[in-house]
C-alpha cells in the first residue's frame, strides 16, 4: 500500500510499504508482461501479512483488510537530487495527457515513485520507502496553451479541439497538417503509441487504401503448461484456435506483403509493380554467429616441436647434473640441482596448456538479423536479445574516487545494446552518501551525454577518456552540428566533474550545519528540563541529505547502525525500467545542449545497492556484495545474463555487449558458463616498468586456455549466464576418463521433452546424480534462500539464456520473439522484497557462497569461481575483439603493484590447500584444463627456489666454487640448447599472440621481481591460514583518480617502503658485493679460476638484469637521485672486496701484483 500526505509535487510525500493491501491485488511477474500474485511467501520479507512478528526480532508494518492508515511508524522526508530523466516534477497538466486512461496514468505514477524513493530495511529495521523531490522545478507551460498549439516537436499550429475531430481517443493534441502526414507515413499516435482509433471520415477514406495493405494481428496466445513459471510465450497453438492456420487467407487477405511465406516479395512495400526474389530467411538462421580461426600450422607446428625438444634437452640435463656431482661442493651442487628440478616442472606445468591456442571472431550483422529483424513471430521488429544485468562494485570512495565510477557508470548506460534489455546496479559496499549523491548527479549528465553518444557515435563512451583523447575528434564526423554540440557538452561535462568533486566538501558542511543545529535543540531542550547547561550534552555526529534527514548508510563518525560494518540495507532506482517504444527528444535550447529529434532518449535502469552489515555476520567482502547484487537483480530485472565490472573498468567499445552475446546465443552457447574479455589498461608508464599490461598472460595464456575448456575468470570484464551462477549444471557435457582424458562419454543432463514442472528440470540438471528426487524442490529453500520470488525466477531466466529452436541441432530452445514483449514496471513489493534479500542474515544455512554465486573462502574468489564451473562441466570463452571491450586503471606505483601481487599469490595458496585444488577436479574437466588449473594454485611455491638461486651465484662467487666442478663442453652445450629453444618458444608465442618482445622481456623481469618479494609472503601467510587459523586481511588497491597535473605518471615515482622490498634488496647487494669479491679473489689467486668466476657473474648479472626495474623504482624520480650515492655504492663495494681480500689473502711464491696493505 501506498499511502501520500500530501498530493502537491512540492510537498514531502510519506509512504509506507505494507503486504496486507498488495495481497489481495494483481500486478506484473518479474520480467513477464502476465499478471500474478506479488505476495510475499519469505519470513524474511517485509511484505508478510498482518505485521507478523519474526523471532528475529524484525518490525514490520501492520493493516488490518479494511484499514486505510498504517499504525507503523515511518518516516517523512524529502531527498533532494538533481531531476533525472525518469524522475521530473510535472504539474498535473503535464503529468498525463487529456483523456489518458486510469490505469496508464497509475502506471506513470508507480514507475515516478519506484524511481524517486530510496528503500531501507534491514535486520531490526522497519522496511521505509523515503520519497525523493528533485531540487530544481521547471515553469509549468498554461494549460491553455497546451490545448491550443499542436503537441508535436517543432510545430506550433493549431491543434483540433472540436470533440468530433479528434484523432484519436487519448486526446493528444495534434494539428491536421501533421495528422494526415503520420497517416500517410504509416505512424502512430505519439501520444498513447497505438494506431489512431477515431478519425473524420474523409481523411479515413483517404488512409483506407494504406490501412489495407498492414498485417492482420497474430491471433489469440495462451500461456503454455509451465502456467506462471515461463509466462514470456505464448503457444500459437490455442484450443480455440484450428490445429492448422488457414495460410491461405492470411496471404489473401494481406495481399501477400507480411513476411515470412509469401508467394512475392515487394521491394518498397506493396506497389502492384515489380518484385524481388524473396530473401533466404533459411539460410539467415543457420550462419553462425561465431568463428573458431586456428593459429596458423607453419608457427603452430614448430612451437609444439621446440616444446618437445626443449623437454627431452632437460631431461638429459638434469640426468646429466644428478650423475655429475660436485664432490668440492655438495651442498651448493644440491641446493642447485633441487632448484632446477623444480624449475623443470614448473615450466612444463606452464607450458602444457599453451599447445592449443585459437582465435575467434563474431559476426554482429547477423547478430542483427536474427534477433532485431522483423519475423513472423516477431512484426515490429523489436529486439528479441536477452537482457543483460550490469554489476559494478565499489567499497570506499576515497580510494577509489566517485568520479572514476561515474565514468564507468557513463559508458554502461551509453552501451550499444537495446535499452529495455539492460539494467546496471551499482554496489556500495562502504555505504557512503558521497558515492550516492554522485550516483545521482551522474543519471542527472547522463540524460545529456547518452543522446550525444548515440546520435554521433562517440567512442569510447566515458567522457574523461573521450574528452582526453590526443587524436583528431573530427575523423569520420560529418554531421554540422557536432562541433556545436560537443562543445555544450564539454562544458557540461566540467560543470559536472565540479560538482562531484565538491560533494564531499558540501556534505561535510551540510552535516556540520545540522550537527550545530542539533546541538543548540540539544542545550535547550536541557534548559527546560532544568539541568545544568554547563554539562556536557553528547550529540551524535550524523551525515546529513540534503532535504534534513539522517543518511541510512554510515556515517564518518562511526556511530551505532551507522559504521562500515554496521547500518542498513539501501536499494535505489535512480532511473527506472524505460518504456518498450522508443522516445524521441526534443529540439536545442538553454537546458538542452543537443538536438534530440532524430534520437532515442531512454536510458537504462540504473540502481543503487548497499547490502545491510552488521556485527558478527561475516560478510566475504566483494563476493559476498556480488551475491547480493545476484539476488537484487533477479527480483527486480532478472536478465539471464550478468556483467560484472570494476568501478575503474570502463566500456570502452559500446558492442562489446553485443560481442559477447554472439557467444553465448550461437550453436553450443548452451554450454557456455562465461566469456571472458581481456583486461586492457591506461595511465600506464609507456616502458611498463613493473609489466602492468600483463600481456604475456592475457594474450598468450588465456588465448592457449580458450582452445581447452575455457579461460580463468580473472575478476572483471566478464559476462556470465546467471543459470551457471545458480550452480546448476550444462544441458549436456562430456567426461573425460581413462589416461590423460582419452576417453569421452558424453552426458545429456536435461531431457529435450519439457516436464510438467519447469523448475525440477533445471534442478535435477543441476544435481551431481543422475536421478531427480522429488525432495529437491522442498530443499530450495536451504539452497537458495526463503525468497519464493526469487526461486520463482531460476526458471525464468534459464528459459530466457536459451538458444532459438530455429537453430539446427537445438532440442531445448526458445521460439524467435519470446523476449520481444516489454519489461514490466516495477512496483513497491517487488523492490521491498529486494531489500529482504539483501538483509545480513539471508545466507544463513543456505548454499550462497559455497555451492551458489561467487565462492568463498579466499581471497581470490573469482579464480575459485571460475573453477567450479568448469568443474560441473561448462565451458568459457574468451573474446577479444578488435577494438578493445573494455579498459581500466592499474597500480602503476612499485608498493602498490607488489601488494596486488601478494594478494593474488595467496589466493592461489589458500586454492592449494582446499577442495579447489585441480587434483580433485572431476572427470568433466579436461586433463590440460586441469594442469593449468593446478598450476594456478602452485605458482607462489617456486619462490621459495627461486630465492635460493638467486643466491647461489653470490655464494659461488665467495667460496670460489660452482654448481659443476668444471665448465665442461657438455654442460655448456646443454646451458646453450635450454636458453636458446626458451628463446625460440618466445620468439613463436610473440607471433601468434600478437605481443612484442619487450612485452615478454618486461613479464620476465617482473616474474622475477614478484617471485623474490611477494610470493614468498603469500606462501608464508597461507601457511599460517592453514596451520595456525590466522586470517588474511588485504586494503582496497588505490585506484588513480583523474589528474590534470603536468606528470601523469608522477606516482610511479614515489617510493613508499613495504617489508617486500627486503629480500629483493637483500638479493642485489649480495650479488653486487659478490662480483666485486669473486673478482678481486680471482685477480690476486695464485692460479686464477676464470672460468668459475665467468659462471658465477654470469648467473649473478642474470639476477641483478631482472631486478634493474625494482632497482629503478627504488631510485625514484629520473634524474632526482644524488650522484652521492652512486658514489658511495662503488665505494663500498670496493672496501667490501679488498676486506675480503684482506681477511682470505692469496698465496703466491711470485707475489703476482705485489700488493699489501699499508
Known amino acids: 500500500m501506498v499511502k501520500k500526505a500530501s498530493s502537491s509535487p512540492a510537498s514531502p510525500v510519506t509512504i509506507t510499504v505494507s503486504a496486507t493491501a498488495i495481497g489481495g491485488s494483481r500486478s506484473m511477474g518479474i520480467t513477464s508482461p502476465v499478471p500474478r500474485t506479488s505476495i510475499s511467501n519469505s519470513p524474511n520479507s517485509p511484505l508478510i501479512s498482518r505485521g507478523k512478528r519474526l523471532s528475529t526480532g524484525s518490525r514490520y508494518c501492520s493493516e488490518t483488510k479494511d484499514e486505510t492508515d498504517v499504525s507503523s511508524e515511518y518516516v517523512s522526508y524529502t531527498v533532494q537530487i538533481p531531476p533525472t530523466p525518469d524522475h521530473q516534477p510535472m504539474s498535473d497538466s503535464q503529468a498525463s495527457l487529456p483523456g489518458e486512461s486510469e490505469s496508464k496514468i497509475a502506471g506513470k505514477t508507480q514507475n515516478s515513485f519506484i524511481s524517486g524513493t530510496i528503500f531501507t530495511g534491514g535486520f531490526n529495521c522497519v522496511t521505509r520507502g523515503h520519497i525523493i523531490e528533485p531540487m530544481k522545478s521547471y515553469p509549468e507551460k498554461p494549460e491553455e496553451s497546451m490545448m491550443l498549439v499542436c503537441g508535436m516537436p517543432g510545430c ?26 503520420r497517416i500517410r507515413n504509416g505512424e502512430k499516435c505519439p501520444g498513447c503509441k497505438e494506431e489512431f482509433r477515431e478519425v473524420e471520415e474523409d481523411v479515413e477514406e483517404e488512409s483506407l487504401s494504406e490501412a489495407e495493405d498492414q498485417a492482420l494481428p497474430l491471433p489469440t496466445m495462451k500461456e503454455p ?28 487477405e494481406t495481399k501477400g506483403t507480411y513476411g515470412y511465406g509469401n508467394a512475392v516479395w515487394p521491394k518498397e512495400g506493396y506497389t502492384g509493380g515489380s518484385f524481388q526474389e524473396p530473401p533466404d530467411f533459411e539460410e539467415k538462421s543457420r550462419r553462425p554467429l561465431t568463428r573458431k580461426t586456428a593459429v596458423s600450422t607453419a608457427i603452430l ?117 537495446p535499452v529495455e534489455k539492460v539494467a546496471c546496479y551499482l554496489s556500495d559496499d562502504g555505504g557512503a552518501l558521497l558515492t550516492f549523491e554522485a550516483l545521482a548527479e551522474t543519471a ?23 574528452f582526453g583523447q590526443k587524436r583528431d575528434f573530427l575523423k569520420n564526423k560529418v554531421r554540422l552540428d557536432f562541433v556545436k554540440e560537443r562543445r555544450r557538452v564539454k562544458r557540461e561535462y566540467d560543470e559536472f566533474k565540479v560538482r562531484i568533486n565538491s560533494l564531499p566538501e558540501s556534505i561535510r558542511r551540510r552535516s556540520d550545519a545540522y550537527n550545530a543545529h542539533e546541538e543548540l535543540r540539544a542545550k535547550k531542550k536541557q534548559f527546560e528540563m532544568g539541568g545544568n547547561i554547563s554539562e556536557p550534552i553528547k550529540v551524535p555526529k550524523a551525515t546529513w541529505m540534503a532535504d534534513g534527514a539522517h543518511w541510512p548508510g554510515t556515517w564518518p563518525s562511526g556511530e551505532v547502525d551507522h559504521s562500515r560494518g554496521d547500518h542498513a540495507s539501501i536499494i535505489q532506482a535512480m532511473l527506472a525500467p524505460p518504456n518498450s517504444e522508443p522516445v524521441m527528444g526534443a529540439e536545442a535550447d538553454d537546458s538542452n545542449p543537443v538536438d534530440t529529434t532524430e534520437v532515442d532518449i531512454r536510458l537504462p535502469m540504473l540502481v543503487y545497492v548497499s547490502r545491510e552489515k552488521r556485527p558478527g555476520y561475516d560478510h566475504n567482502k566483494k563476493a559476498g556484495a556480488m551475491n547480493a547484487l545476484v539476488r537484487t537483480s533477479a527480483i527486480m530485472s532478472n536478465g539471464p545474463f550478468i556483467l560484472n565490472l570494476d568501478c575503474d573498468h570502463y566500456i570502452y567499445n559500446s558492442m562489446a555487449l553485443r560481442e ?25 608508464d609507456p616502458n611498463d616498468r613493473y609489466a602492468n599490461h600483463n600481456t604475456v598472460f592475457f594474450d598468450v595464456s588465456m588465448r592457449a586456455l580458450d582452445g581447452l575448456q575455457g579461460p580463468m575468470y580473472v575478476g572483471t570484464g566478464c559476462v556470465f549466464r546467471r543459470i551457471a551462477l545458480y550452480g546448476f549444471n550444462p544441458p549436456r ?240 652445450i646443454y646451458l646453450l640448447l635450454i636458453t636458446l629453444t626458451l628463446c625460440l618458444l618466445a620468439i613463436l608465442e610473440i607471433k601468434w599472440s600478437g605481443i612484442t618482445l619487450h612485452d615478454w622481456w618486461r613479464n620476465e623481469q617482473f616474474w622475477l621481481i614478484g617471485g623474490t618479494s611477494a610470493h614468498p609472503a603469500a606462501v608464508l601467510q597461507g601457511l599460517l591460514k592453514v596451520i595456525a587459523g590466522v586470517d588474511i586481511s588485504f586494503t582496497l ?115 703476482y701484483g705485489k700488493f699489501q696493505f699499508p
Request: net charge positive.
Open 156 to 181: 506550433d499550429g493549431k491543434a483540433l479541439r472540436e470533440e468530433g475531430n479528434l484523432p484519436c481517443l487519448c486526446r493528444f493534441r495534434i494539428c491536421r497538417e501533421c495528422y494526415l502526414e
Open 225 to 252: 503448461k509451465l502456467e506462471k513459471r515461463l509466462s514470456v510465450v505464448r503457444s500459437f497453438k490455442a484450443p480455440n484456435h484450428p490445429p492448422e492456420f488457414d495460410h491461405a487467407r492470411w496471404l489473401y
Open 301 to 417: 607446428s614448430p612451437y609444439r616441436l621446440l616444446i618437445m625438444i626443449r623437454l627431452v634437452a632437460l631431461g638429459f640435463f638434469l640426468t646429466w647434473r644428478i650423475r655429475h656431482p660436485n664432490h668440492e661442493a655438495m651442498w651448493l651442487w644440491g641446493m642447485s640441482t633441487v632448484c632446477e628440478m623444480w624449475f623443470a616442472i614448473s615450466w612444463l606445468l606452464d607450458q602444457l596448456p599453451k599447445l592449443c591456442p585459437v582465435n575467434r571472431v563474431t559476426d554482429l550483422t547477423v547478430l542483427k538479423q536474427r534477433f532485431e529483424s522483423p519475423s513472423f513471430r516477431n512484426p515490429k521488429g523489436r529486439s528479441d536479445l536477452p537482457g543483460i544485468d550490469v554489476f559494478v562494485s565499489t567499497a570506499d570512495p576515497e580510494k577509489e574516487p566517485p568520479l572514476v565510477t561515474a565514468n564507468t557508470i557513463l559508458s554502461i548506460l551509453a552501451v550499444d545494446y
Open 444 to 466: 542527472s549528465f547522463a540524460r545529456i551525454w547518452v543522446p550525444f553518444c548515440r546520435k554521433h557515435n562517440i567512442e569510447p563512451r566515458n567522457p574523461e577518456s573521450y
Open 660 to 684: 559477447g552475446m554472439c557467444f553465448m546465443l550461437d550453436r553450443g552457447g548452451d554450454r557456455i558458463c562465461y566469456v571472458q574479455f581481456p583486461q586492457r589498461f591506461e595511465g600506464i
Open 733 to 972: 557435457t562430456t567426461e573425460h576418463r581413462g589416461c590423460f582424458g582419452r576417453r569421452k562419454i558424453k552426458l545429456f543432463l536435461r531431457k529435450p521433452k519439457t516436464p510438467k514442472n519447469e523448475l525440477e528440470q533445471i534442478i535435477s540438471g543441476g544435481n551431481d546424480d543422475e536421478g531427480f528426487d522429488d525432495l529437491e524442490s522442498q530443499l530450495l529453500p536451504k539452497k537458495f534462500g526463503n525468497s519464493t520470488t526469487l526461486v520463482a525466477s531460476i526458471p525464468l531466466a534459464e528459459y530466457q539464456g536459451r538458444l532459438l529452436q530455429e537453430q539446427d541441432g537445438v532440442k531445448l530452445g526458445r521460439p524467435a520473439g519470446a523476449l520481444a514483449k516489454p519489461r514490466e514496471p516495477l512496483d513497491a513489493a517487488t523492490v521491498a522484497e529486494a531489500i529482504s534479500v539483501i538483509s545480513c542474515f539471508y545466507e544463513d544455512k543456505t548454499e550462497w557462497g559455497q555451492r551458489i554465486g561467487w565462492i568463498y573462502g579466499s581471497v581470490t574468489e573469482d579464480v575459485v569461481t571460475g573453477y567450479r564451473m568448469h568443474n560441473r562441466g561448462w565451458r568459457s570463452i574468451y573474446c577479444v575483439t578488435k577494438r578493445d571491450a573494455f579498459r581500466g586503471t592499474a597500480p602503476i606505483n612499485l608498493t602498490d603493484r607488489l601488494h596486488q601481487v601478494l594478494r593474488w599469490a595467496t589466493g592461489s595458496v589458500e586454492i592449494f590447500f582446499s577442495r579447489n585444488n585441480a587434483l580433485f577436479a572431476s572427470s568433466r574437466m579436461k586433463f590440460l584444463q586441469r594442469v593449468a588449473y593446478f598450476n594456478v594454485g602452485i605458482y607462489p611455491f617456486t619462490s621459495i627456489f627461486l630465492i635460493v638461486y638467486c643466491i647461489l651465484p653470490a655464494m659461488s662467487l665467495f667460496t670460489g666454487q660452482f654448481i659443476v666442478q668444471t665448465l665442461s663442453v657438455t654442460f655448456l
Open 1037 to 1151: 588497491t588505490s585506484k588513480s583518480a583523474v589528474d590534470d597535473s603536468e606528470d601523469e605518471f608522477a606516482d610511479l615515482y614515489v617510493v613508499k617502503w613495504s617489508f617486500l622490498m627486503v629480500p629483493p634488496i637483500t638479493i642485489m647487494m649480495v650479488n653486487i658485493i659478490a662480483i666485486a669479491v669473486g673478482a678481486a679473489r680471482t685477480m690476486y689467486s695464485e692460479y686464477p679460476e676464470w672460468s668459475k668466476l665467468l659462471g658465477g657473474v654470469f648467473f649473478s648479472s642474470w639476477v641483478l638484469c631482472h631486478l634493474y626495474p625494482f632497482a629503478k623504482g627504488l631510485m625514484g624520480r629520473r634524474g632526482k637521485t644524488p650522484t652521492i650515492v652512486f658514489m658511495w655504492s662503488g665505494l663500498i663495494s670496493i672496501i667490501i672486496s679488498l676486506m675480503w681480500v684482506y681477511v682470505s689473502p692469496p698465496y703466491s711464491k711470485t707475489q
